[in-house]
């Protein structure tokens, strides 16, 4: 199976608000409510920020929110702040499989 | 607190077999639900997961590296070890494992500092 498709970038500035899009298709994102999307800083391992499409793990900031509509999910990150700067990648669970997307490199201007 | 540690050879050399092993503390690979799985990534690029083992031993691996890959978990040990056979300079990458608390949610909530292989030409 195909990632799916994340932008490869986006930007915003502090205080701002971002979405990115996650598009898969009929046999993982828009058939199981099991997205979920990681934080990843240069070097360091991801980080669980998304789970269940809108779920929050516990000590994640509510800054982030998670949302679906059809194939499509999408992380949106309100009142952006400089630690937000790092790659975001969704993640789909498809039959017998789990789908990553390509990331996404967010910037705060 | 749950924490995960990967081990294995910084460099191997083109078709030979790498064996990587996950380290785990803070959770029991044989309570009902757990799971680990291996992801990895190349250098710059995105993750791909790459195989799960279940708490009652059920496996799933990646459709397009199935034929390369075995996972195994040594219960007493708290170890997952994962093996590549015949691997290719592509497969240089950052390799993690990381837990899933429920085998039905498919989400990684602890992920290992990840280690790093090379394969040689």
């Known amino acids: 199976q195909s990632a799916l498709t994340q932008p490869a970038s986006v930007s915003g500035s502090p205080g701002q608000s971002i979405t990115i899009s996650c598009t898969g298709t009929?046999?993982?994102?828009?058939?199981?409510?099991?997205v979920s999307w990681y934080q990843q800083h240069p070097g360091k391992a991801p980080r669980l920020i998304i789970y269940?499409?809108?779920e929050r793990p516990s000590g994640v900031s509510n800054r982030f929110s998670g949302s679906k509509s059809g194939d499509t999910a999408s992380l949106t990150i309100s009142g952006l702040q400089a630690e937000d700067e790092a790659a975001y990648y969704c993640c789909s669970y498809t039959r017998y499989n789990t789908l990553f997307g390509g990331g996404t490199k967010l910037t705060v201007l | 607190q749950v924490t995960l540690r990967e081990s294995g050879p910084a460099l191997v050399k083109s078709t030979q077999t790498l064996t990587l092993t996950c380290t785990f503390s803070g959770f029991s690979l044989s309570t009902s639900g757990m799971c680990v799985s291996w992801i990895r990534q190349p250098p710059g690029k995105a993750l791909e997961w790459l195989a799960r083992?279940?708490?009652?031993?059920?496996?799933y691996y990646s459709t397009s590296l199935k034929t390369r890959l075995t996972i195994s978990k040594d219960t007493s040990k708290n170890q997952v070890v994962l093996i590549m056979t015949n691997v290719d300079p592509v497969d240089k990458a950052t390799y993690y494992c990381?837990?899933?608390?429920?085998?039905?949610?498919?989400?990684?909530?602890?992920w290992g500092q990840g280690t790093v292989v090379t394969v040689s030409s």
């Open positions: 083992i279940d708490w009652d031993d059920d496996k």
């Open positions: 009929s046999w993982d994102v828009g058939n199981y409510n099991l």
């Open positions: 269940e499409v809108t």
């Open positions: 990381a837990r899933t608390s429920d085998h039905a949610k498919y989400y990684f909530d602890y």
